[in-house]
């Protein structure tokens, strides 16, 4: 299994920039495609981003589009989360996950996919 420690969160004001960082430990990183999910209070859990194994294939909630950016880096077994013109409602807590998947440009979108789970940041952008 794989264990993950999310870093980076914090207050930031609408418009600006924050780069979550994801830690993993454990087993091979690369065997995972990862994702970013958010809760904000009394909100369910929802998809913000993935990313295959290989780093090739990358998807995003339409609300995030063109804000933030997926990367990870398979030799420091890292995920990150570029968010940037953060608004208020990207006010949550951010999880990272990991879907331990066979095929290298494989990525999904589903809380259900994922299996391991990092304990969250709070992220607070204020308006």
């Known amino acids: 299994q794989v264990q993950l420690v999310e870093s980076g969160g914090g207050l930031v004001q609408a418009g600006g920039s924050l780069r979550l960082s994801c830690a993993a430990s454990?087993?091979?990183?690369?065997?995972?495609?990862m994702g970013w999910f958010r809760q904000a209070p009394g909100n369910e859990r929802e998809f913000v981003a993935a990313i295959s194994r290989s780093g090739r294939n990358t998807g995003y909630v339409d609300s995030v589009k063109g804000r933030f950016t997926i990367s990870r880096d398979n030799a420091k077994n890292t995920v990150y989360l570029r968010m940037n013109r953060v608004k208020p409602e990207d006010t949550a807590v951010y999880y990272c996950?990991?879907?331990?998947?066979?095929?290298?440009?494989?990525?999904?979108?589903?809380?259900?996919?994922?299996?391991?789970w990092g304990q969250g940041t709070q992220v607070t952008v204020s308006s």
């Open positions: 454990g087993r091979t990183f690369s065997a995972y495609a």
């Open positions: 996950a990991a879907d331990p998947v066979h095929s290298s440009d494989y990525l999904a979108e589903t809380i259900g996919a994922y299996d391991y």
